[in-house]
Nanobody
Framework: QVQLVESGGGLVQAGGSLRLSCEAS????????MGWYRQAPGKQRELVAK???????NYADFVKGRFTISRDNAKNTVYLQMNSLKPEDTAVYYC??????????????WGKGTLVTVSS
């Protein structure tokens, strides 16, 4: 089994910053892509940013220039630095990882989410 645990969410004023972390643990052989998704009330879950094993990154247009995704492969951890936060960034942020487990097969895992609230 693999677990993803997010941390770093909270309440921040518009224009402020937060840093999210997500650590993967368990029967991990290797991790391909790691990413962050978010889901606001009444909306579908959407991709925020993704980082591939070779450090190639993808960002949603609505966070380009404000958010930065990074990863520490030695710690199986992905980070999301969020700057210039806006009220519309308020959502539950979920970590996602494509993991090759020690049994040799690949699976997609999700964390339970961390709430980010941006006040105006």
């Amino acid at each position: 089994q693999v677990q993803l645990v997010e941390s770093g969410g909270g309440l921040v004023q518009a224009g402020g910053s937060l840093r999210l972390s997500c650590e993967a643990s368990g029967s991990i052989f290797s991790i391909n892509a790691m990413g962050w998704y978010r889901q606001a009330p009444g909306k579908q879950r959407e991709l925020v940013a993704k980082i591939i094993s070779g450090d190639s990154t993808n960002y949603a247009d609505f966070v380009k220039g404000r958010f930065t995704i990074s990863r520490d492969n030695a710690k199986n951890t992905v980070y999301l630095q969020m700057n210039s936060l806006k009220p519309e960034d308020t959502a539950v942020y979920y970590c996602n990882a494509g993991v090759i487990v020690t049994g040799g097969y690949g699976m997609d895992y999700w964390g339970k989410g961390t709430l980010v609230t941006v006040s105006s």
